[in-house]
């Protein structure tokens, strides 16, 4: 069903290319439905490319959502312009006043410096603590996750030897929770990046549930028991080419970079990689909309 996005945003090519169901304002309003308000705060510096990843997932519901999405007023990114920014994306004092049915917290590529040292920092914690009374469900990923545990909960991350680089088999703690309902008993999910957070650390405090993890790659989903909160350490948005692009930019570059595990046939960069998580993402994304946002937000926000 539709997502409502500005008629002219370049993402909205690539997805009605991909047959994915998007609408104009003036069709969206002549519906008698109310659509769910879901914002997008964008971190990462290719916006384009994450908005494409999310919207694709956003849109494989059939519910009608109308997306605002956000950039950091304190950091302007070098990889997009100003007036693309200004068509399309608002900050967050343009909506601190306003409620939101569900909201995503997307990584960024400064997961190797401390919170503190992140210029956008302050920023962002005045943007989780609005997150707690102004939306019903918030879903954050990898270093937005790493970031909101933090400084919710004060749970540190820990820097890697290496970076967590590939495709990893998960499976699920507790099947009781909607969040995973129709989930397999084992399930791949990409993972990028060179620092973790720990079971042990997560345990501690009560009000967390660790619902999803790999042997390899460590914690993957956690979830506040209120179901307010959804914490994701791996890209379940990423595309199949998405781990590909990074790593030909890392050889590129001459940064030791491993092949991504479980990607390429036959660990073979030279061979084009295989999309095999699109289906729990999918389902991630779907379960979330439905039962964390859809069936918990009141109808007046």
């Known amino acids: 069903m539709p997502l409502n996005i500005p008629d002219n945003l370049p993402a909205a090519e690539v997805l009605i290319k991909e047959n994915i169901f998007i609408m104009n304002e003036s069709r969206a ?21 994450t908005e494409v990843q999310l919207l694709r997932l956003l849109g ?26 200004r068509t399309f994306y608002k900050t967050f004092d343009d909506i601190k006043n306003q409620r939101f049915d569900g909201f995503i917290i997307t990584g960024a590529p400064v997961e190797l ?9 302050n920023e962002l914690k005045e943007i989780m603590d609005w997150t707690k009374d102004n939306v019903t469900s918030t879903l954050h ?29 998960h499976t699920v703690n507790n099947r009781d929770l909607q969040l995973i309902r129709g989930f397999d008993d084992e399930f791949l999910i990409p993972h990028s990046r060179h620092t973790e957070i720990l079971r042990k650390d997560i345990e501690k405090v009560k009000s967390l549930e660790i619902i999803s993890e790999s042997k390899e790659s460590g914690v993957y989903m956690v979830i506040s028991k ?25 050889v590129r570059e001459g940064k030791p970079i491993e092949i991504p595990v479980n990607y390429y ?9 295989l999309l095999t998580w699109r289906c729990h993402a999918s389902l991630l994304f779907s379960n979330w909309l439905n039962y964390y946002v859809y069936q918990e937000t009141p109808y007046e926000l």
């Open 265 to 273: 046939p036959e660990n073979d960069p030279s061979k084009e990689p």
């Open 60 to 85: 494989n519901t059939p519910l009608q959502i109308d997306i605002t999405l956000l950039h950091s007023k304190t950091y302007h990114s070098k990889n997009v312009s100003s007036e693309y920014l």
């Open 29 to 49: 309003i002549s519906q008698d439905i109310r659509p769910l308000k879901i914002g997008i705060l964008n971190l990462m510096p290719t916006k384009m490319t």
């Open 226 to 250: 209120d179901g307010k909160e959804i914490y994701l350490t791996g890209h379940a948005e990423y595309d199949a080419e998405t781990l590909k692009s990074e790593y030909d930019r890392d």
């Open 141 to 169: 990923i990898c270093w937005g996750a790493q970031a909101a545990l933090y400084h919710h909960y004060g749970i540190p991350k820990y820097r890697l030897d290496k970076k967590m680089f590939g495709v990893f088999k």
């Open 113 to 121: 410096m401390e919170f503190e040292e992140v210029a956008y920092w």
